[in-house]
């Protein structure tokens, strides 16, 4: 088995290095008989970015089939919100690589491993509808007091358009006079429209 390891310094230790995160992970891939062949290193770099200098690079090799199984020592070392996780668990799925978090014992390749990337699918799934609802729940709230919900609507009359054409207005200037941008005021001025303000 192939092996990389991610490690991650937050921008408050970054002072130190991840060599003690790499040593325990090494050692671990060591008595599995893994192959490491790739580090992975983000030094004072933020948890909550979901973009990161590494882990983007460790993204890359993972679609060109480098390795097998990416291996960490803490997940809040690879990610700091369950979406984020899941994400990344569901891509590295699709590529046949598996996940190891060694401090948590969860290894995607086991049973256990797999229950938990349902447990977090569910979860995710869970999240999701409920923000909807909270949303849908609003939107009722919100008409029920008469608030008028979307952007005000304007009209664009054709005549108004083609009076400032024959000036030699240009669609730019037009839009700009409008309050509209010029692909807005170019499709006005063949009928009347009625757009969303901008």
């Given at each position: 088995m192939r092996a990389v390891i991610y490690a991650r310094l937050s921008t408050a230790t970054s002072g130190q290095n991840a060599e003690m995160q790499l040593r325990e992970v090494r050692e671990y891939c060591i008595r599995r008989g893994w192959k490491v062949v790739g580090e992975y290193v983000d030094a004072g770099v933020s948890g909550t970015k979901d973009s990161r200098p590494e882990l983007n690079r460790l993204s890359a090799?993972?679609?060109?089939?480098?390795?097998?199984?990416?291996?960490?020592?803490?997940?809040d070392r690879?990610?700091?919100?369950?979406?984020?996780?899941?994400?990344a668990l569901q891509e590295f799925q699709a590529l046949d690589?598996?996940?190891?978090?060694?401090?948590?014992?969860?290894?995607?390749?086991?049973?256990?491993?797999?229950?938990?990337?349902?447990?977090?699918?569910?979860?995710?799934?869970?999240?999701?509808?409920?923000?909807?609802?909270?949303i849908g729940a609003g939107l009722r709230n919100a008409r029920a007091k008469g608030i008028k919900l979307g952007r005000p609507s304007k009209v664009l009359d054709r005549n108004q358009i083609a009076r400032l054409r024959r000036k030699?207005?240009?669609?730019?200037?037009?839009?700009?006079?409008?309050?509209?941008?010029?692909?807005?005021?170019?499709?006005?001025?063949?009928?009347?429209?009625?757009?969303?303000?901008?």
């Open positions: 090799d993972a679609e060109r089939r480098h390795f097998d199984a990416v291996v960490v020592w803490k997940f690879f990610a700091r919100s369950a979406s984020h996780l899941l994400r690589i598996e996940f190891v978090s060694m401090s948590e014992q969860v290894d995607t390749s086991t049973l256990i491993g797999k229950m938990v990337i349902t447990i977090l699918r569910a979860v995710a799934e869970l999240e999701r509808t409920l923000i909807t609802e909270r030699g207005a240009t669609w730019k200037t037009i839009g700009r006079k409008l309050g509209v941008s010029s692909s807005t005021a170019y499709y006005a001025g063949r009928g009347r429209i009625i757009k969303p303000v901008r």
